[in-house]
Nanobody, 121 residues
């Protein structure tokens, strides 16, 4: 019913920047919270940042001041601008959304397939 597709990952040197995008499509009436999670090898998936429909944001302490989340509600898009990247930011980054479907039902926890971010010299 709803698909999330991430893009923008890649290999970047420490101190560099990347911008991730996530496009939501399908039977969408509106989207409530959208967020980014990441999972490094051997570790559990963790919340990176989230943005509500009203634009309120929350960030993990490890990325505060370096990462910025934004969204374009008209296009059902969410973005993650990542600056001053560190090797410890290396992970698969996943987009997440809570969606109000055309039927009026709220469904939480839609996930994208993930995009790899590797920070290495």
């Amino acid at each position: 019913q709803v698909q999330l597709v991430e893009s923008g990952g890649g290999l970047v040197q420490p101190g560099g920047s990347l911008r991730l995008s996530c496009a939501a499509s399908g039977s969408i009436f509106s989207i409530n919270a959208m967020g980014w999670y990441r999972q490094a090898p051997g570790k559990e998936r963790e919340l990176v940042t989230v943005i509500t429909s009203g634009g309120s944001t929350n960030y993990a302490d490890s990325v505060k001041g370096r990462f910025t989340i934004s969204r374009d509600s008209a296009k059902n898009m969410v973005y993650l601008q990542m600056n001053s990247l560190k090797p410890e930011d290396t992970a698969v980054y996943y987009c997440n959304a809570d969606v109000v479907l055309l039927s009026g039902i709220l469904r939480t926890g839609y996930w994208g397939q993930g995009t790899q971010v590797t920070v290495s010299s």
